[in-house]
């Protein structure tokens, strides 16, 4: 059982770092597609395969694997609910999930033209899953409470 707890850890770690690669990487499509429309619009067809891809081809299996392997840890028992860390943590991967689908919707709404976000905005926004991660990896690792 020992074994197949490793390799569930493994399938976890190798998802969360493929999900938050893309996760860090998609706002700042989102800020070149933003700043460039005006001044290289040649561009915006390539910055859209390349945020296609990203979300579709990386992002999404990547977060969907994260949470098939985070699921079955959780099933191997490795989270004492009495403890306040893994709430933290449930809560903060359901934030991070939550980002990954305003992800998907700005990126629908650039393609449509309808993107409301000026290019601090995305900036900005690339914040969140770096401070949801700094959350997360407190709680798993320190577990402060």
């Avoid at 891809?53 to 994260?66: D, E, K």
């Avoid at 939550?98 to 900036?123: E, N, P, Q, V």
Wanted: hydrophobic share 55%; glycine share 8%; proline share 4%.
């Amino acid at each position: 059982m020992f074994d197949l707890y490793l390799w569930l850890k493994a399938g976890h770690i190798v998802s969360v770092i493929a999900w938050m690669a893309g996760i860090f990487y998609l706002p700042r499509l989102f800020v070149y597609h933003t700043e460039k429309r005006g001044e290289v619009p040649e561009m915006l067809p390539v910055l859209e395969v390349m945020e296609r891809r990203l979300l579709h081809g990386i992002m999404t299996p990547a977060m969907i694997s994260t949470w098939v392997f985070g699921l079955a840890l959780v099933a191997q028992g490795v989270v004492d609910w009495g403890l306040v860390w893994g709430w933290v943590k449930a809560a903060s991967v359901i934030a991070m999930t939550w980002f990954h689908f305003w992800c998907a919707r700005h990126r629908k709404l650039l393609m449509d033209g309808d993107g409301t976000l000026s290019g601090r905005g995305y900036r900005m926004m690339n914040e969140v899953p770096t401070l949801l991660m700094l959350v997360i990896v407190i709680f798993v690792v320190v577990k402060p409470l």
